[in-house]
């Protein structure tokens, strides 16, 4: 009932740390795949700082579930992007100094850029997917740009103080719920762990997750199967604490 994503960056980003050619992110795909995942997801950043062109196109040429790039809508990884052919693309903000992404897209500042790359996913049959901001001014103009998709920004849930987290969850609650009345596919992800996860995937509306830097760490200690089951087995507890 929810597909779940992994996000494999950090596993370049530890190649990166050394410059070896080990561990190498298309054997993690395989090997998520092989655990069960539902797709792969990496974001080819403009500072190129974990996945690099060549990791993605290897990655696109490995992975037989889903690739969902993650990218800024700039001009050089549109034309990355329409030659790749990844099977979604999620659209997010980028800044150099940031440590990840740290927020939504800006849907309306940004609509002629994120329209020029809605009109190469329509063109190559790309699956667009906007990750945003939780806020309800966000979700409709999403809908209004004719995505198919928006993921979101669950940053502010997972990181507020324990007396605010029921707030968080409430506004996640809230757009989601809007965004799928509004049609739209209702994907999240951002500082998703084993515990913060059950909450998420309780909110009937969530239909897939893009969980990374957590899910990784875990398969430090334990590999990448057990790592995936154990946040499957979160997922199932959220998803059996939805209302019938
Ligand atoms: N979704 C999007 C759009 C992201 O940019 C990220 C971070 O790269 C994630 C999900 C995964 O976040 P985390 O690594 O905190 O699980």
């Given at each position: 009932m929810i597909r779940l994503h992994v996000n494999i960056d950090h596993v370049a980003t530890v190649r990166n740390a050394r410059g070896t050619?080990?561990?190498?992110p298309v054997f993690a795909a395989q090997l998520c795949e092989q655990a069960g995942a539902d797709g792969i997801t990496c974001h080819l950043r403009e500072d190129r700082r974990h996945m690099r062109d060549a990791d993605v196109e290897r990655i696109r040429a490995s992975v037989s579930t889903l690739l969902n790039l993650e990218m800024a809508a700039t001009e050089e990884m549109t034309t990355i992007a329409a030659r790749l052919r990844p099977d979604v693309i999620t659209l997010v903000p980028e800044r150099r100094?940031?440590?990840?992404?740290e927020g939504g897209l800006d849907v309306v500042g940004t609509r002629p850029a994120i329209e020029r790359v809605a009109e190469m996913c329509t063109t190559q049959g790309i699956k667009l997917s906007l990750f945003i901001a939780v806020d309800l001014a966000m979700v409709e103009a999403s809908h209004a740009l004719g995505v198919e998709q928006v993921e979101l920004h669950t940053g502010e849930y997972c990181h507020a103080a324990p007396l605010r987290r029921e707030h968080e969850l409430a506004r996640l609650a809230t757009a989601a719920r809007c965004a799928q009345g509004l049609g739209l596919e209702v994907a999240a992800g951002h500082g998703l762990n084993r515990h913060n996860v059950i909450e998420v995937a309780a909110l009937?509306?969530?239909?897939e997750l893009n969980i990374g830097h957590a899910l990784i760490s875990d398969a430090v200690f334990f590999g990448l199967k057990r790592a995936i089951d154990g946040f499957r087995e979160a997922i199932d507890r959220g998803i059996g604490r939805r209302p019938l």
């Open positions: 050619a080990y561990p190498d100094e940031e440590r990840t992404t009937p509306e969530i239909v």
